[in-house]
């Protein structure tokens, strides 16, 4: 009886033994591509910022003197400001956009799958495509302002062209945020809802004592992703400025300013020093958001 006992849990262990390798090797290939291609970039990217990097390499060593002259520049704290204004402004306007889209979609309408399409269809569209016929609508002669009977070039007004830039992506990524949100609301039970209706609760009291607050996972979840892709804007500001970030600085962004360092100045480390303090700011503002809004209910 010992002696097979003995078998037994020898056996029992190779089975485990196996089991856990083979876990390891599903996970081995993309914890090898997370390190490759996330933390290797990242870990350079710090080293590089301590030397002034040029085409050919290290020319000087700096230490910190990167992050200093960073404190000092003046342009980058207007990209920093232009940044944070665009991310305050169009954070609220596509979650809202997204969250009412969704919500029609969702609602027992005719055409629902035609109408859950073509919402999401913008987001499909290439994005410099849907820029350069932005540009034309909003030029001087362009349709807006045949429709409106104005003569202002909405990009080439530096009080405009960062509005017009938060509306253009309002409008083309609200479609992926709306799919998003779909699927929160189709996650709610709908025994909740029957309970309601037979309390005799409106539409309206319904979503907002009801809905909205089972939704806070998808609150969670959408502001933080729309943070991090408003913090890295950069095509869009490319293309309407022809990589300048003008008229004035108004539409140059951290990650314009980061292009044009590295590509236009070949200043490499200082460029990665503007690299590492933008992940600081995404790391700071996500941490912020998980720590406020993305903690469990406690009763």
Same mark, same amino acid.
């Given at each position: 009886?010992?002696? @097979?006992?003995?078998? !037994? =849990?020898?056996?029992?262990?190779?089975?485990?033994?196996? /089991?856990?390798?083979?876990?390891?090797?599903?996970?081995?290939?993309?914890?090898?591509?997370?390190?490759?291609?996330?933390?290797?970039?990242?870990?350079?990217?710090?080293?590089?910022?301590?030397?002034?990097?040029?085409?050919?390499?290290? #020319?000087? @060593?700096?230490?910190?003197?990167?992050?200093?002259?960073?404190?000092?520049?003046?342009?980058?704290?207007? +990209?920093?400001?232009? $940044?944070?204004?665009? $991310?305050?402004?169009?954070?609220?306007? /596509?979650?809202?956009?997204?969250?009412?889209?969704?919500?029609?979609?969702?609602?027992?309408?005719?055409?629902?799958?035609?109408?859950?399409?073509?919402?999401?269809?913008?987001?499909?569209?290439?994005?410099?495509? #849907? $820029? +350069?016929?932005?540009?034309? #609508?909003?030029?001087?002669?362009?349709? %807006?302002?045949?429709?409106?009977?104005? !003569?202002?070039?909405?990009?080439?007004?530096?009080?405009? +062209?960062?509005?017009?830039?938060?509306?253009?992506?309002?409008?083309?990524?609200?479609?992926?945020?709306?799919?998003?949100?779909?699927?929160?609301? =189709?996650?709610?039970?709908?025994?909740?809802? /029957?309970?309601?209706?037979?309390?005799?609760?409106? @539409?309206?009291?319904?979503?907002?004592?009801?809905?909205?607050? &089972?939704?806070?996972?998808?609150?969670?979840?959408?502001?933080?992703?729309?943070?991090?892709?408003? %913090? !890295?804007?950069?095509? =869009?500001?490319?293309?309407?400025?022809?990589?300048?970030?003008?008229?004035?600085?108004?539409?140059?962004?951290? *990650? &314009?300013? %980061?292009?044009?360092?590295?590509?236009?100045?070949?200043?490499?480390?200082?460029?990665?020093? #503007?690299?590492? +303090?933008?992940? *600081?700011?995404?790391?700071?503002? $996500?941490?912020? !958001?998980?720590?406020?809004?993305?903690?469990? /209910? @406690?009763?």
């Amino acid at each position: 009886m010992a002696a @097979t006992a003995k078998r !037994q =849990q020898k056996t029992l262990g190779s089975a485990r033994l196996r /089991e856990a390798l083979v876990g390891y090797a599903f996970v081995a290939v993309p914890m090898g591509i997370f390190l490759t291609f996330f933390i290797y970039p990242l870990a350079y990217s710090v080293y590089i910022s301590r030397f002034d990097w040029g085409v050919f390499g290290k #020319i000087e @060593t700096l230490g910190w003197d990167n992050y200093r002259e960073l404190f000092r520049d003046e342009i980058f704290w207007r +990209a920093i400001k232009n $940044t944070v204004l665009y $991310t305050v402004v169009l954070v609220p306007l /596509e979650m809202a956009l997204a969250l009412t889209l969704a919500v029609v979609v969702n609602a027992g309408i005719r055409g629902k799958s035609f109408f859950r399409s073509a919402f999401y269809f913008p987001s499909l569209a290439s994005s410099a495509a #849907i $820029t +350069a016929i932005a540009i034309y #609508i909003l030029s001087a002669d362009g349709l %807006l302002n045949a429709l409106i009977g104005g !003569q202002r070039a909405w990009f080439g007004d530096s009080d405009t +062209a960062l509005w017009s830039i938060v509306g253009l992506n309002a409008w083309t990524t609200s479609g992926t945020l709306m799919l998003f949100y779909l699927a929160a609301l =189709q996650s709610i039970p709908t025994d909740v809802y /029957e309970a309601a209706a037979m309390d005799g609760a409106k @539409t309206w009291r319904t979503f907002w004592k009801i809905t909205f607050p &089972l939704l806070k996972p998808g609150h969670f979840f959408v502001a933080v992703t729309s943070v991090i892709g408003a %913090l !890295q804007v950069f095509d =869009q500001a490319f293309l309407v400025s022809a990589g300048s970030g003008g008229p004035n600085y108004s539409t140059l962004t951290v *990650v &314009l300013y %980061l292009y044009r360092t590295a590509i236009r100045d070949v200043r490499f480390g200082y460029a990665a020093a #503007i690299g590492i +303090a933008l992940f *600081v700011l995404i790391f700071t503002l $996500t941490l912020a !958001q998980r720590l406020l809004f993305g903690r469990p /209910e @406690t009763s």
